[in-house]
């Protein structure tokens, strides 16, 4: 008989900021009977959800069963910085560039339509724009090389025919109410979320349409006659297919195996700027940036009935166990709040309200982990540190392979090669880790 059990589950560290700063949630039931549906899945983040909004458009008789281990909007969803991106976002490169002007165009075509389905989401389920911006973003430089990387990105999107702006120092400070960055590029396409906002939006709208189920992870999953039986801690869903949506913890069940690397990043969001210190601040009410170096610091400023608030995302450590340590986390926080410190010398009394780890899974050659694992099991997994655009995107190409037998969503991740294996450990995470802080040196004042 054929089985998988899953070596670990889901665990997190910090609270997800994002699902913190919002009012106490509404919860969905835990499975806690056995039950019956035509298709599964395991994971209640960008990529699940989007697979069971998909499969219900595709055929809204089918019985669909989705199970969130912990609460909706508290894993590794929750917990995102909130940049859906339409361009090319290459975390291995100097300046996000991808693989030539065709591929990057394809890739452009592909993430639109992942951001014309959430925007479909967004308005379905009636969310305000703090919760859904489509305001755009920077790449902002702090030094002569972010400066570069800049002007080089933006005569790569001048070939691809992408509108962009280059700003300059003092209008970046007019806008950040920062005087750290030098120069911004201005992208228009991207779509700022508050992602535990999206994903509780989502997951309430989806229960009168979907069984959706928290609090009750998958310990395993076993052939049972021509379907499978799925298991939680309570109970079981007899069901006829599978989709592990999952993203790293595919590897808990035994797929893939060393060929995902687990990659944690830390974020850290400010208590509620006060008028006074909205005032000094000065600066749009809402901005995005991303750091013209790829291993620099994002940071967001948002504002909305959660407060104004600024958060801040950098620093990234690799863990096979999926899973980091308070201690890392704390460790994390002392750069934020130095990163802080070097960006908004104005708001020294600002402190930090919530700090939180979460995970992502890449592919040393970036491609997905996508497609059929063996009869009715599919994955949508290993979004490759875009897990906004790209989760979205593989919920609906799964969706599309298991209702219809595929579409050109699906047949994109189904061309892309084999993930290649890591090397074996000690030296997977010694390497991997070391490269990280390299890089993250590298990168300086971004």
Same mark, same amino acid.
């Not at 070097?342 to 708001?347: K, M, Q, S, T, V």
């Given at each position: 008989?054929?089985?998988?059990?899953?070596?670990?589950?889901?665990? +997190?560290?910090?609270?997800?900021?994002?699902?913190?700063?919002?009012?106490?949630?509404?919860?969905?039931?835990?499975?806690?009977?056995?039950?019956?549906?035509?298709?599964?899945?395991?994971?209640?983040?960008?990529?699940?959800?989007?697979?069971?909004? @998909?499969?219900?458009?595709?055929?809204?008789?089918?019985?669909?069963?989705?199970?969130?281990?912990?609460?909706?909007?508290?894993?590794?969803?929750?917990?995102?910085?909130?940049?859906? &991106?339409?361009?090319?976002?290459?975390?291995?490169?100097?300046?996000?560039?991808?693989?030539?002007?065709? $591929?990057?165009?394809?890739?452009? *075509?592909?993430?639109?339509?992942?951001?014309?389905?959430?925007?479909? /989401? *967004?308005?379905?389920?009636?969310?305000?724009?703090?919760?859904?911006?489509?305001?755009?973003?920077?790449?902002? *430089?702090?030094?002569?090389?972010?400066?570069?990387?800049?002007?080089?990105? *933006?005569?790569?999107?001048?070939?691809?025919?992408?509108?962009?702006?280059?700003?300059?120092?003092?209008?970046?400070?007019?806008?950040? =109410?920062?005087?750290?960055?030098?120069?911004?590029? %201005?992208?228009?396409?991207? /779509?700022?979320?508050?992602?535990a906002g999206y994903v509780r939006a989502l997951s309430s709208h989806l229960a009168s349409q979907v069984s959706l189920f928290?609090?009750?992870?998958?310990?395993?999953?076993?052939?049972?006659?021509?379907?499978?039986?799925?298991?939680?801690?309570?109970?079981?869903?007899? $069901?006829?297919?599978?989709?592990?949506?999952?993203?790293?913890?595919?590897?808990?069940?035994? %797929?893939?195996?060393?060929?995902?690397?687990?990659?944690?990043?830390?974020?850290?969001?400010?208590?509620?700027? $006060?008028?006074? +210190?909205?005032?000094?601040?000065?600066?749009?009410?809402?901005?995005?940036?991303?750091?013209?170096?790829?291993?620099?610091?994002?940071?967001? @400023?948002?504002?909305?009935?959660?407060?104004?608030?600024?958060? &801040? @995302?950098?620093?990234?450590?690799?863990?096979?166990? &999926?899973?980091?340590?308070?201690?890392?986390?704390?460790?994390?926080?002392?750069?934020?709040?130095?990163?802080?410190?070097?960006?908004?010398?104005?708001?020294?009394?600002?402190?930090?309200?919530?700090?939180?780890?979460?995970?992502?899974?890449?592919?040393?050659? =970036?491609?997905?982990? %996508?497609?059929?694992?063996?009869?009715?099991?599919?994955?949508?997994?290993c979004q490759n540190g875009l897990g906004i655009a790209r989760g979205t995107l593989?919920?609906?190409? /799964?969706?599309?392979?298991?209702?219809?037998?595929?579409?050109?969503?699906?047949?994109?991740?189904?061309?892309?090669?084999?993930?290649?294996?890591?090397?074996?450990?000690?030296?997977?995470?010694?390497?991997?880790?070391?490269?990280?802080?390299?890089?993250?040196?590298?990168?300086?004042?971004?």
């Amino acid at each position: 008989m054929t089985a998988y059990t899953a070596k670990r589950l889901p665990r +997190q560290t910090g609270p997800a900021g994002w699902n913190s700063i919002l009012p106490p949630q509404t919860p969905l039931p835990q499975l806690d009977r056995n039950l019956s549906a035509d298709i599964t899945i395991v994971g209640g983040g960008f990529a699940g959800l989007t697979a069971a909004r @998909r499969l219900h458009q595709l055929d809204p008789t089918l019985k669909i069963a989705l199970l969130e281990a912990g609460r909706f909007a508290d894993g590794s969803a929750g917990r995102n910085s909130g940049f859906m &991106i339409d361009l090319p976002h290459d975390l291995a490169s100097d300046n996000y560039a991808g693989d030539g002007l065709e $591929t990057d165009r394809a890739t452009i *075509a592909l993430n639109r339509r992942a951001i014309g389905f959430a925007t479909e /989401v *967004a308005q379905d389920c009636d969310l305000p724009q703090e919760m859904f911006d489509p305001c755009g973003k920077f790449n902002a *430089a702090a030094t002569r090389a972010g400066d570069r990387h800049n002007q080089e990105f *933006a005569a790569h999107l001048e070939r691809l025919g992408e509108p962009c702006t280059l700003y300059d120092r003092q209008q970046m400070q007019e806008i950040t =109410g920062s005087p750290h960055y030098t120069s911004g590029l %201005f992208a228009p396409g991207t /779509v700022m979320i508050q992602p535990a906002g999206y994903v509780r939006a989502l997951s309430s709208h989806l229960a009168s349409q979907v069984s959706l189920f928290e609090n009750s992870p998958v310990t395993s999953f076993e052939k049972q006659g021509v379907g499978w039986l799925v298991k939680t801690p309570d109970a079981q869903v007899a $069901t006829e297919k599978v989709i592990l949506a999952n993203n790293g913890h595919l590897e808990s069940f035994g %797929f893939y195996e060393r060929r995902l690397m687990h990659i944690c990043l830390y974020a850290s969001i400010t208590e509620r700027l $006060t008028p006074e +210190q909205i005032k000094t601040l000065g600066g749009h009410p809402r901005w995005s940036v991303t750091p013209a170096d790829p291993m620099g610091t994002s940071v967001r @400023r948002v504002s909305g009935s959660y407060g104004d608030r600024i958060l &801040i @995302r950098t620093c990234s450590t690799f863990h096979p166990t &999926i899973e980091t340590s308070p201690m890392r986390l704390r460790n994390a926080g002392w750069v934020h709040d130095r990163k802080f410190r070097e960006r908004f010398p104005h708001l020294p009394d600002v402190k930090m309200e919530h700090r939180w780890a979460g995970m992502l899974c890449l592919s040393r050659n =970036g491609s997905a982990a %996508f497609g059929e694992l063996d009869t009715g099991v599919y994955s949508a997994c290993c979004q490759n540190g875009l897990g906004i655009a790209r989760g979205t995107l593989q919920g609906m190409g /799964v969706a599309e392979l298991v209702a219809q037998g595929g579409s050109d969503i699906a047949d994109h991740f189904l061309a892309q090669p084999m993930p290649p294996r890591l090397p074996p450990e000690p030296f997977a995470s010694l390497g991997a880790n070391s490269y990280l802080i390299w890089k993250e040196w590298r990168s300086g004042k971004e």
